[in-house]
């Protein structure tokens, strides 16, 4: 079972203008396969995405939960 397959973040420094965001989930798709989905950019921007395909779901939970750890420890707080 996931432990999380949803998380939206933020960043904002005043100093720098800056307000970005980072929303990560989890989906199955239609063909077996676990995919990871990554979009990212200035808050009230469309921004870039990214997905990345994974055999299995514990797979897909490990890349997740990397990138979470590696956001936050950039600044980025939990919405």
Not at 39 to 63: C, T, V
Request: aromatic residues 12%; charged residues 25%.
């Amino acid at each position: 079972m996931m432990e999380q397959s949803d998380t939206y973040l933020e960043k904002y420094d005043h100093a720098k203008n800056l307000a970005r965001f980072y929303h990560l989930s989890i989906m199955p798709n239609l063909f077996g396969e676990w995919t990871l989905c990554r979009q990212w950019g200035r808050i009230g921007h469309a921004g870039q995405s990214r997905l990345d395909l994974f055999a299995n779901q514990q797979e897909a939970q490990n890349a997740f939960d990397a990138l979470r750890r590696a956001k936050l420890k950039r600044n980025y707080t939990l919405t």
